[in-house]
């Protein structure tokens, strides 16, 4: 596994991949109705330009606000993320992956759909989670990725779901060590517990080391007061909640705060 195709995707190395949420879709229990499709195109599309605008290496749309989430989605749902996608295309002008919660086949799609490069799932495992026993099946989902066209769509494993525990009695070094060898990932993505909690710097390093020639990303939890640390272990960096006003979950994106954090991120690249 080379650890260039990063450079190649992003066109720089540490790359910070910023996420996008989406308001509730129809079919969820969130989903305005009275500001229908519109609302939701509008808010991502105000969210996407101020991530865009900030300076982010990439952008990845997940359906953020579909609670509680699914681990096989309605098909209402990809369509309505690729409408999204859809109206914002004219206006994307760095690499975008996508993330429909949490169905591997569904994102596969998706990206077949719009040109996602790549997205970022729970691939392997079974888990005890929020939403009941959460099982997976990676060679199904290969499978489907090679038969829809998808197979240079890269994939991000998610080897410590957020909201769930692997159901073996197994240490992330046993799982990231057999997860690259049995499912040859493009990328480990390694979490805190929910969105905007930190990763601990010790398990990544301990995932980082255990398979050195595989990208590994921070999944969840980067502030500008960590990302030195982070950065210096992983490959990369998923962002979301910083992005935040306020640094909170629920709000829209605050440019200023995109910005900030970018500055700090190219200064600490022009100095690696």
Partial sequence: ??????K???GTDKPIIAMCHLQALPGDPGYDKSGGMRKVIECARRDFNRLQDGGVDAVMFSNEFSMPYLTRVNAVTVAAMARVIGELLPEIEIPFGVNVLWDPIASLDLAA?????????IFTGVYASDFGLWNTNCGQVVRH????????VKLLFNIVPEAAKYL????IVDVARSTVFNNKPDALCVSGLTAGAE???????????????????ANTGVRPENVEQQLAIADGAVVGTTFKVDGKFENPVDEKRVHNFMQKVKAFRAGA
Avoid: S, Y
Wanted: hydrophobic letters at 45%.
């Fill in 199 to 217: 990763t601990d710097a010790q398990l990544l390093k301990l995932v980082k080391d255990t398979v050195p020639g595989t990208i590994v990303f």
């Fill in 168 to 171: 073996a009695d197994r240490n």
């Fill in 1 to 6: 596994m080379t650890l260039k195709w990063t």
């Fill in 8 to 10: 190649e995707v992003f």
């Fill in 113 to 121: 759909a719009t040109g996602a490069k790549f997205v970022r799932e």
């Fill in 145 to 152: 990725q090679h038969a829809i066209g998808a197979e240079n």
